[in-house]
C-alpha cells in the first residue's frame, strides 16, 4: 500500500493555537484574548436580535434551496455594494461595478487573489501593510501572488508610522497592488487619519498603483457605518477603480454563516459585464456557486427598514463595549500604578488592540496570569468585560513595571 | 497619458464564453410556449416540475432553529459530527476505516468545493503525476476543476456511444496503458452526464486493473442515494475499492441527496494508511483551505448532521430520497413508453438502464436543435436531458417531440 509518509504535519495555525491552549488551562480566571470574535459583557458569543428577527422572516417565508447564480443572491450584492458606496454613490447609478457574493472575507480576499492573478499583467507584486492579518500571506501567494510590503505600525509609538508609509509607498513600483485596510486595521486596530488618507491617495495615485480595501469591519470600529467607509469612498472620489472585500462576519456577527462580498469598480459598465463574465469563470470550478443562508440573512436586515435600523444600533453598541473596555483598561492600569503611557490601547480602533507587550511578557502573562493572546502583543478586546478587565490591568502592570 | 480617472485595469480582459448550461435555462426563460420544459437543469423537481425541499430538511430545520445555536465559526474542516457523519454514509457504519481512524474527512462547499480542495491537494502533495484522467464525456466542470488547480487532463474512453451504453472493453484498454501513479477520477454512481454506470462485476475488473497500474483513485460521489434509492447500494463501488486496498480520495456532496443545493454541504475524504498519516495529511488540507475560506457555512452542515443523526429523520430521509429516485425511474418508464405509442422504431432501452438524474439520449446536435425550436424543448446540444424535468403531466409531450425529430 502506498502511503505518504513523506509528508510533513503543517505547523499549527498560531491563533487556533492560543485557543487550544486556553482550553486546556484550568485557571478559573483564565482569559482568551487571541479569539477574533465578539463576546458580550458576559464572554459570551453575541447573535445579534436583528439576526434573529431576520432569521424568523426567513423561516416563515419556506422558501426553497435552489442554486444562487455564480456570483450569489442579487438583492444580496445590491444590497452589499450599497452600503460599503453608499446608496448614492455615482459608481452604483453607473453600474460600473460588479458585486459578488463570496465566502465571507477570506473568500473574497481570495477571488480578488485569484482574479488579480490571472488578470492582472502589470505586476505580480501585493504591498501589504507590516504588520498584516496573518491570512492575508498564504492568500495571495497560494493565488501566485508576491508579498511584499510598506511601513505601517510604528512600535516606538504604538502608532501609525505615517512617514515611513509615505515613503515605502511613493517607492512602490508602477501597477503593483496595495492593500490596505479600510478601518479597525488587524491587528494593531491603527488607522490613518482622514488627512493622512489623502495623502495616502495622493501618493498612490502618482505611483499609479491598484489598490484592493480590505473592509472587514464596516461598523464594527467607530459605530458608524459611513464614517468606517470613509476612505474607500473618497478613493473611489478621487478616481481610483479599487478592488474592495467586504465581511458580515463581525459587523452581522454572522461568523459560521460566511457572508462576504467583492467588488471590482471598473471604468464603465461595459467593462463590468467582461469583468463579471471572468469572476464567474474563475468562481464556477472553486465552489460553483455561494452558500444561501447568511446573504438571505444580511440581504434581510439590509433592506427591511426596522431591521436595519435596529442592526445600526446593535453594531454602534457593540463597537461601543470595545471602547468602553478600552477606556476602562487604562483606568485600570493607571489604577495599578502603571507608569508607562497606554494611550494607544484608546487610540487603537475596532477588535484589536497592539498592546506593546514584548514576547517575553506575553508569555509571563500567559504562564502567571493564564491570559491568552498572539505572541506579538495583539489582544481581542472582545474577549474583555468588566467583571475581568481589571485582572487584566493587574496582568499586564504586573508583567510591564 | 490618461486622466487617472478614466485609467482602466481591465481593459485587456475579455467577456468570457456564456456557460453552456446557464445559457439552456436563460433561453427557456425567454420562450412564451407555454407547453416548454427545461430539461437541462441539474436540480431535482416534483411531479408538478416544482423544487423540492424535503420534509425532512423542514423537520431538521425546526429543530435547529428551537435550539437557538450561536453562529460561531465553524473549524477549518468544519463541523465535527457533520464529518463524522458524512464519512460513515459513505463507507457504512462499520467500516474498518473509521475504527482506525484511518480516513481525514473535511467539510466542504457542495461536491466543487470538494473536488476543488482534492484537486489543490494533489497538486501540491501528489509527486508521482500531474495527470488526471477523466470518464469521457464527464461532468462539464471537472475540467477546470482540476485545470486551475494546476493538474493535467486526460481520458478513458467511458460512453458507447453505438450502444448509448458503458464501452467496458475500451474503458479497460484505456486504463491499462495510463502511467502509473496517475490520478483517475470514477463516478461512483448515476455518471454524469450519461447515466451509464458499470456493473457489480464491471468494477472489480476495473478495481483490477487499476491496482496494477498503480494508479491514485478519486472517487465523484455526488448522487448517493439519488442514483438507486438506496444508499447502501450507490455506494458499492467505493466500498468495494477500499476493500481491495485502494487508498481513496473522495468526495460527497448533499446537494442532491438532501436537496441542499444553494446551502453548499459536501465532504473530502483520504483515505490513509493509517491514523498518523491522516493526522500529517488533516493538517495540510487545513493549511490549504484557510487561505481559500478559512472555515466553511454552517448552516447546511447543521441540517445534513440532524437528519442524519437523528433517527426518525434518517429513516424519514431515505424514504424522500427512495422517492426521488423512484419518480426519476418511472419517468424514464413512462418515456419509453411513450415513445413506442407514438410509433418510434428506435432501440430506446438505454433510457431505462441509465441511471440518475440524467439521460444521454443519443440525440443528434440537429435534432436537438429542432426539438429546441419546434417543441420548445430545452436540453443541452450533447443530447443530455435532466429526467427531473419531466413530469407525468408533460412526458407524453416530450415523447411526441423526441419521435418527431428522431422518426
Known amino acids: ?40 459583557d458576559k464572554g459570551k458569543p453575541f447573535v445579534l436580535s436583528c439576526v434573529r428577527k431576520a432569521e424568523a422572516l426567513i423561516a416563515a417565508k419556506q422558501l426553497d434551496k435552489e442554486y444562487l447564480p455564480i456570483g450569489g443572491l442579487g438583492d444580496f450584492t445590491k444590497a452589499c455594494a450599497q452600503l460599503a458606496l453608499g446608496a448614492n454613490n455615482e459608481v452604483l447609478s453607473s453600474g460600473r461595478n460588479i458585486t459578488v457574493q463570496t465566502i465571507s472575507g477570506t473568500g473574497s480576499l481570495r477571488i480578488g487573489a485569484n482574479f488579480l492573478s490571472r488578470f492582472h499583467g502589470g505586476s505580480r507584486d501585493v504591498y501589504l501593510p507590516k504588520p498584516s492579518w496573518g491570512n492575508h500571506t498564504p492568500i495571495f501567494r497560494d493565488a501566485g501572488m508576491q508579498l511584499k510590503a510598506y511601513r505601517y505600525y510604528d512600535p516606538s509609538t504604538c502608532g501609525f508610522d505615517f512617514r515611513g508609509a509615505l515613503e515605502d509607498i511613493s517607492k512602490i513600483p508602477e501597477q503593483s497592488v496595495i492593500l490596505l485596510h479600510a478601518c479597525a486595521h488587524n491587528p494593531t486596530g491603527v488607522d490613518p487619519k482622514q488627512e493622512q488618507w489623502k495623502e495616502i491617495s495622493d501618493i498612490v495615485k502618482k505611483r499609479n498603483l491598484l489598490v484592493f480595501f480590505d473592509m472587514a469591519y464596516q461598523g464594527f470600529a467607530s459605530g458608524d457605518i459611513d464614517r468606517d467607509a470613509w476612505a474607500v469612498r473618497y478613493f473611489i472620489e478621487q478616481g481610483h477603480n479599487i478592488l474592495l472585500s467586504q465581511s458580515f462576519a463581525k459587523n452581522m456577527g454572522l461568523y459560521g454563516e460566511r457572508v462576504g462580498g467583492f467588488t471590482v469598480v471598473c471604468k464603465d459598465i461595459e467593462e463590468s459585464k467582461r469583468v463579471e463574465s471572468q469572476l464567474k469563470i474563475l468562481i464556477r470550478p472553486i465552489y460553483s456557486n455561494p452558500p444561501m443562508n447568511g446573504a438571505r440573512i444580511a440581504t434581510t436586515i439590509l433592506n427591511t427598514p426596522e431591521l436595519r435600523l435596529l442592526w445600526l444600533e446593535e453594531v454602534h453598541g457593540m463597537a461601543n463595549r470595545i471602547i468602553k473596555m478600552r477606556e476602562q483598561l487604562v483606568a485600570g492600569l493607571k489604577k495599578s500604578g502603571s507608569s508607562h503611557n497606554w494611550q ?56 510591564t513595571k
Not at 21 to 38: E, I, S, W
Not at 369 to 387: E, L, N, P, W
Request: charged share 20%.
Open 344 to 399: 494607544h490601547v484608546i487610540d487603537q480602533i475596532g477588535m484589536f488592540c497592539f498592546t506593546g507587550l514584548k514576547p517575553e511578557q506575553v508569555e509571563r502573562l500567559t504562564k502567571e496570569f493564564s491570559v491568552y493572546m498572539t505572541k506579538d502583543g495583539r489582544i481581542s478586546m472582545a474577549g474583555i468585560s468588566s467583571g475581568n478587565v481589571g485582572y487584566l490591568a493587574e496582568g499586564i502592570h504586573a508583567v
Open 1 to 40: 500500500m502506498r502511503g505518504l509518509s513523506w509528508m510533513q504535519m503543517g505547523p499549527p495555525d498560531p491563533i487556533l493555537g492560543v485557543t487550544e491552549a486556553f482550553k486546556r488551562d484550568t485557571n478559573p480566571k483564565k482569559m482568551n484574548l487571541g479569539v477574533g470574535a465578539y463576546r458580550d
